[in-house]
């Protein structure tokens, strides 16, 4: 009668172990996955020594600079938002705002 509870013990304890060890394989897999998705994703730098000396240029030839007609502007978004979607919507974005002192209108 004693072996039973000892017997049913050792069950729990083997399952346990067992489990854990599924769940830190499925833990690894999930990091693995995580990370293949962010390292697929461009990664695009602000290169702001570029932007700047867009801006200055611009600046210097007075072009005034289009509202954006795009699909990805949001209402309270930055130009920093932008850089998800294009280095190019970005410096444009930049400029806007250097140039009028606000973000792109909402509509």
Known sequence: MRIL???TTMMIFSFSLSSYAT??????????????????????AEQTEKVNAYIKEAMKKNIKPKVYKGNHWRRGYTCRD??????TEYRNCRYYYTYHGSYYPYY
């Open 82 to 87: 932008m850089l998800r979607w294009s280095w």
């Open 23 to 44: 769940e830190e394989e499925d833990l690894a897999e999930m990091q693995k996955q995580m990370n293949a998705e962010v390292m697929s994703k461009p990664f695009l």
């Open 5 to 7: 509870p000892l017997l």
